[in-house]
């Protein structure tokens, strides 16, 4: 079964600065890969996903995210994070022909003024 | 398009009670799948639904299970409740799947609490 690793379970960062999110997949086959930001006591958005082809992903709020098949990566970047960024990020991968998406263990983001 | 839209918000019971969750998807999409988010496991798949028929099982008890009507909304019942099974009771909806892709979109959850 696929399965999902974030190594960092909290970042902060200074509003300006950029932002990268950690993503680590394991999976046998290609994966899909998503991205999901929660807001507390909110449900999760989706920011951005990868199916196939251009392995640099853009998506919403201004956030990228790139596939690196031999580093079994989906990093997620953002150049400028803003306050309103601050949030739970959840990376998840799902397999071919079932929606049994796993999730990893988040990462939440702190934005110091 | 309305979004997935998940009764009641918030919920609490005691233990032993039952509990039946409600889910409507957004209009078109057939499949509805369920999860469990908790802080110590995060977030965990249920179940998922199609067509009024189960395709797919995370790896809870059976006390958890599910049902889809043919309008395509859920519902997902806990009986015999457990103080471990207070979470957010997150629902998602996909469009019909085609050749396996499938994006799912969210509701805003169910907070369930058992003391």
């Known amino acids: 079964a696929q399965s999902v690793t974030q190594p960092d379970i909290h970042i902060t960062v200074s509003e300006g600065a950029s932002l990268e999110l950690r993503c680590n997949y394991s999976y046998g086959a290609t994966p899909y890969l998503f991205w999901y930001v929660q807001s507390p006591g909110q449900g999760l958005q989706l920011l951005l996903k990868y199916f196939s082809g251009d392995t640099l992903v853009q998506g919403i709020k201004g956030f990228e995210a790139e596939f690196k098949r031999s580093q079994s990566s989906f990093n997620l970047r953002k150049p400028s994070v803003h306050w309103s960024d601050a949030a739970e990020y959840f990376c998840?991968?799902?397999?071919?022909?079932?929606?049994?998406?796993?999730f990893g263990a988040g990462t939440r983001l702190t934005v110091k003024p | 398009k309305a979004g997935v839209t998940q009764t009641p918000r918030y919920l609490i019971k005691t233990r032993g009670q039952q509990v039946t969750l409600s889910c409507s998807p957004i209009?078109?999409?057939?499949?509805v799948s369920w999860y469990q988010q908790t802080p110590g496991q995060g977030l965990q798949f249920l179940f998922e639904y199609f067509s009024e028929t189960q395709r797919n099982k995370g790896n809870f008890p059976g006390r958890f299970s599910g049902r889809q009507f043919s309008n395509s909304r859920s519902e997902m019942n806990v009986s015999t409740l457990e103080l471990g099974d207070s979470a957010l009771y997150l629902c998602?909806?996909?469009?019909?799947?085609?050749?396996?892709?499938?994006?799912?979109?969210f509701g805003p959850g169910t907070r369930l609490t058992v003391l």
């Open positions: 209009s078109g999409h057939r499949s």
């Open positions: 998840a991968v799902g397999a071919r022909g079932n929606n049994d998406m796993r």
């Open positions: 998602a909806s996909s469009p019909t799947p085609l050749a396996g892709v499938r994006e799912q979109f």
